[in-house]
């Protein structure tokens, strides 16, 4: 009886000495996903920031381009209220887009160009853009990583039982592999 007790006690310490160390690392690379993804969430805010005062900028110099000014607002509000990584992405690409399309139209206002505060702000959305990029690819490595972790064995024994599942990718929105239509209002 005793004999038994003490292996049942072993067998115990023994799972509990492969199952703790386990189960902190994947806490410790669900919390890097997690503070990765806020680092993005960080820079769609400041972009999401900068937009309404680059729109009110256009706005005064092209009031009649009233679709690409909406489609701009729309998108961001999309963004907004996204609530999955999926849904940011998209949106996301929705926005870069409609900025895109902005940015063309800025090509006929040579006064707008020459503007300080449009010149400013676009420097800015320059700068967050390229911070965004680096906060996705440092994500993505993170989700990576812990996915690794949560398919391999022994830790996918360890997530299956403690609840750890896959996290998702920042993914560009699949229409983003079409090159835009850019038109420069040439005959062609």
């Known amino acids: 009886m005793k004999k038994g007790l003490l292996i049942a ?3 115990i310490a023994a799972l509990l000495l492969f199952l703790v160390p386990s189960y902190n690392g994947f806490v410790n690379e669900e919390e890097n996903v997690d503070q990765a993804y806020a680092q993005i969430e960080n820079q769609l805010q400041r972009r999401l920031d900068l937009i309404p005062n680059l729109v009110n900028t256009v706005k005064g110099y ?3 381009e009233k679709e690409v000014i909406q489609s701009i607002s729309d998108a961001r509000a ?3 209220g996204a609530r999955t990584p999926e849904e940011e992405a ?7 887009s409609a900025l895109s399309r902005l940015l063309v139209i800025t090509e006929n206002y040579p006064n707008l160009k020459a503007d300080k505060q449009f010149t400013q702000l676009m420097d800015e959305l320059s700068g967050t ?3 965004l ?3 996705r690819k440092d994500y993505n490595d993170r ?3 812990y996915n690794r972790k949560v398919k391999r064995f022994p830790g996918a024994m360890v997530a299956a039982i403690t609840g750890f599942d ?3 990718y920042f993914k560009a929105d699949p229409r983003a592999v079409e090159a835009p239509n850019v038109d420069f209002g040439g005959e062609g």
């Open 129 to 131: 853009e390229n911070r």
């Open 166 to 168: 896959e996290k998702e």
């Open 62 to 64: 092209a009031a009649h």
């Open 90 to 96: 998209t949106a996301n690409a929705e926005l870069s």
């Open 78 to 80: 999309r963004l907004a």
């Open 143 to 145: 989700v990576a990583s």
């Open 9 to 11: 006690i072993a067998i």
């Open 133 to 135: 990029a680096v906060a």
